[in-house]
């Protein structure tokens, strides 16, 4: 009977996918649509879209591709998953898109629809990814381990918890980690990855949000709201009496959600200020928009709560999947139909929220790109914790020794963690030294009777090669101001080259450094070094990003490649004006 059964959904399939439309068109609206745009995929979407910091709208669709429309609904491009997603999306500052899938795998793909890497996890992704301020990648797993992955896929450090890791981890203001587990606790780490603290709870912790006043509230199974401070210490517990699906936040109250339909706000000091019924099942976290609270229900319903919280708009959708709220007014939602939605909200006919201070955690994952970040940032004792860190103590003692003496010690010693890959949790202070250490007579200048006395530029050399090595972005101003100052001509090939393995570009400045530095020496002598570390940083920068970008980039490599240089050199630039793009390396070690 089992083929009977196959046969019998095979059919429906090929029913369905022969009323959807083609994967990846525009669906056609109706008069008077409340749609700004409809697109159609080849499978159910089951996450929410996420909008990258262009206005470029993604879902993964379970059809194993991952999609990509400009604002309008006009499909981009699709990439080729090569395996069915998980419920696992972010979009990084740079425009980076992070996804895992149902194999384990967790890739980065570029704004013009590239693979830049993959990475084996050791078990499917819990949740969405977070992404620091420095562009790394918070990614939990079912198994209880949470990585820290640079913006290249490099391991920076990883931590095993008790539990299978239970959902997004979030970042404050003040850089602290908080992620749950299935152990029933909430807990605190650093940016290095050292644990600050853990909370237990009587009942399973669900999605985290981050108040106005720098506290963790979050829900639990067993129907109640939770605020913990920074420190670690339960401020205030209140009971909704079903199971809480979600937290959201703006400057003056909580917001929490439940499957039975329950919405309330709460003051931040714990005071229930209202409480809703929407008579509806909700199915995903609520958001705030202005003076208004947007809900999704599980019959694909958007519900919409006026400023006196009483329910005054509902707009039925064909979809049941979660919602997403971008930063241009519009409303995205991904649903079991195949179809992305975007709603314009006024022509809803719900309610138009009028525009008020940004909230500190208006939706899940903070903003429609899930970074999992805000900028709230509490009272931390994080710089105090790192002043207690005996391997961070053990390193400015080194650096203490006089002259440069102690900037040697510190290369030295890093260099053979780089070498040996051992960096690990000492990755978020060291790159912080050498970073200093770049900056060593030009933007950190000592002088003694009106002269320069710290100019090593042999040193910023060997410091820049070894950001070049670690790759953080975290890295990237420090390099922009050295590129800028440096008037050595090996520091200078260093640095550039530096700028080159970190990659990441969105804004196109270290493009510009690099054109501004070259072209300035101009009169001078060909300098092969210079023009091999400028042709292979816009290389490295135009793989990252998907295309050479600054139209000033190509005509340095024109310059490059018709020059005085050496043929290595110059066919170097000729080959990436040609397209070999693909022949630049990104995440290599070295």
Not at 560 to 587: C, E, F
Request: charged residues 15%; contains cysteine; proline residues 5%.
């Amino acid at each position: 009977m089992r083929w009977r059964h196959a046969l019998a959904t095979f059919i429906a399939l090929c029913a369905l996918a022969a009323l959807a439309p083609a994967a990846g068109t525009q669906a056609a609206l109706p008069q008077s649509s409340p749609y700004l745009w409809r697109a159609a995929t080849g499978g159910q979407i089951r996450g929410r879209p996420a909008v990258g910091p262009d206005g470029t709208t993604y879902a993964l669709s379970e059809d194993s591709y991952l999609y990509a429309w400009v604002s309008g609904g006009s499909l981009l491009w699709k990439h080729d998953l090569g395996w069915l997603p998980w419920d696992c999306l972010a979009v990084s500052g740079d425009g980076t898109v992070y996804a895992g899938l149902r194999n384990q795998d967790f890739i980065a793909v570029n704004p013009r629809g590239g693979r830049l890497w993959t990475v084996r996890l050791d078990d499917l992704p819990a949740g969405d990814p977070a992404v620091a301020e420095d562009g790394t990648v918070l990614m939990g797993t079912s198994a209880g381990t949470l990585s820290a992955l640079s913006h290249l896929g490099r391991r920076e450090w990883a931590v095993t918890l008790p539990g299978a890791v239970t959902g997004q981890p979030v970042i404050d203001g003040a850089g602290t980690i908080y992620v749950t587990a299935a152990d029933r606790r909430l807990y605190a780490l650093t940016q290095w990855g050292e644990f600050k603290w853990s909370l237990p709870f009587t009942a399973a912790p669900g999605a985290l949000a981050i108040a106005a006043d720098g506290s963790v509230v979050l829900g639990t199974d067993a129907g109640e709201i939770v605020a913990v401070s920074p420190s670690g210490d339960a401020m205030w517990k209140k009971s909704l009496g079903a199971p809480v699906i979600g937290v959201a936040a703006d400057a003056l109250q909580i917001v929490a959600d439940t499957r039975a339909g329950r919405v309330a706000g709460f003051s931040l000091d714990g005071r229930e200020l209202w409480r809703t019924d929407t008579g509806r099942t909700l199915g995903s976290p609520p958001f705030i928009r202005g003076d208004l609270v947007f809900l999704s229900a599980q019959d694909g319903s958007l519900v919409a709560l006026d400023s006196h919280h009483a329910v005054s708009g509902i707009l039925k959708t064909a979809a049941v999947g979660g919602a997403t709220a971008a930063e241009g007014g519009e409303i995205l939602v991904g649903g079991r139909d195949w179809v992305v939605y975007s709603l314009d909200v006024a022509a809803t006919g719900l309610p138009v929220p009028h525009p008020g201070t940004p909230a500190p955690w208006p939706q899940s994952g903070h903003d429609a790109r899930h970074s999992g970040r805000t900028s709230a940032a509490p009272p931390a004792d994080n710089d105090a914790l790192l002043a207690l860190n005996s391997d961070y103590l053990y390193l400015t003692a080194l650096a203490s020794a006089p002259g440069r003496e102690g900037i040697q010690l510190v290369l030295d010693d890093l260099g053979r963690r780089i070498s040996s890959r051992s960096l690990d949790k000492s990755t978020w202070y060291a790159v912080r030294m050498l970073e200093n250490v770049v900056g060593t007579g030009l933007t950190n200048r000592s002088l003694q009777n009106q002269q320069l006395v710290n100019d090593f530029p042999d040193l910023r050399a060997a410091a820049a090669g070894l950001l070049a090595r670690v790759g953080s972005t975290a890295s990237r101003a420090a390099l922009l101001d050295a590129v800028n100052a440096e008037t050595d001509g090996v520091a200078l090939a260093a640095e550039i080259g530096a700028l080159g393995a970190i990659a990441s570009d969105g804004d196109g400045a270290a493009l510009r450094a690099i054109v501004r530095a070259f072209t300035s020496r101009a009169g001078l002598p060909p300098d092969n070094r210079l023009a091999l570390a400028v042709v292979g940083s816009i290389g490295r920068i135009a793989v990252y990003g998907g295309t050479l970008g600054e139209p000033s980039a190509v005509a340095i490599l024109l310059a490059i490649s018709r020059g005085s240089y050496d043929p290595a050199v110059r066919a170097a630039a000729q080959s990436i004006l040609q397209g070999g793009l693909k022949t630049v390396i990104l995440n290599d070690e070295e």
